[in-house]
């Protein structure tokens, strides 16, 4: 079975300063894993994917990860927060076979301020 | 190209009715999935077709149904709407073993 644990439900920050966001995983096999963003009253955006190559991945808008296997974490970072990063971000792992279906964290809210 | 599309982008039911969602896929997958964010229960797996079959389902029951067209295009059919199916209704699909892509989803209300 495989699981995903975001540490934090809420999250601010003030423009301009670093984005943590915090997700351990659980997983049987090497793990597909994801971030996707939500922003209010849309679908789910994919910002990045960690599929065994490299273990930073970097995405879109400015957003990275580290695939940490030792600690079981896929941290999602940016550098300097945007006002229009303000969203729910939700960290995702997939079964390696079979239906491949997601299993979401429970997400985390990212509020910016200005 | 054209991503995942979804119809309606809401509906308002009463209890006891059903509700028809739709989804179009990305052109070239084959593969759609959908998923249940209700308040509070975060985002569930409901149901998977590929090529036109239902490949596994989440832990719904069986009111929660639906289908895939031969254009890979899918239908999803809630029966008996009870209160607690109000939520938004996301499809997603896939080709091959590649990343899954959402659509705009659908907000169903039950009243």
């Known amino acids: 079975a495989q699981s995903v644990t975001q540490l934090d439900s809420h999250v601010s920050v003030s423009e301009g300063t670093p984005v943590l966001l915090r997700c351990n995983y659980s997983?049987?096999?090497?793990?597909?894993l994801f971030w996707y963003v939500q922003h209010p009253n849309k679908g789910l955006q994919l910002l990045l994917k960690?599929?065994?190559?490299?273990?930073l991945v970097k995405g879109i808008n400015g957003f990275e990860a580290e695939f940490k296997k030792s600690e079981t974490s896929f941290h999602l970072t940016k550098p300097s927060a945007h006002m229009s990063d303000a969203a729910e971000y939700f960290c995702v792992v997939s079964e390696s076979t079979g239906r491949r279906a997601l299993t979401f964290g429970s997400g985390t809210r990212l509020q910016v301020q200005p | 190209e054209a991503g995942v599309t979804q119809s309606p982008t809401h509906l308002i039911k009463t209890r006891g009715q059903q509700a028809t969602l739709r989804c179009s896929p990305i052109?070239?997958?084959?593969?759609v999935y959908w998923y249940q964010q209700a308040l509070g229960l975060g985002l569930q797996f409901l149901l998977w077709?590929?090529?036109?079959?239902?490949?596994n389902r989440g832990n719904f029951p069986p009111r929660f149904s639906g289908r895939q067209f031969p254009n890979y295009s899918s239908e999803l059919n809630v029966n008996a709407l009870e209160l607690e199916d109000s939520a938004l209704y996301l499809c997603a699909s896939r080709a091959g073993v590649e990343t899954q892509y959402f659509g705009p989803g659908t907000r169903l209300l039950v009243l």
């Open positions: 997983s049987s096999y090497s793990p597909s």
């Open positions: 052109s070239g997958h084959t593969s």
């Open positions: 077709y590929d090529e036109g079959e239902e490949r």
């Open positions: 960690y599929t065994s190559a490299a273990t």
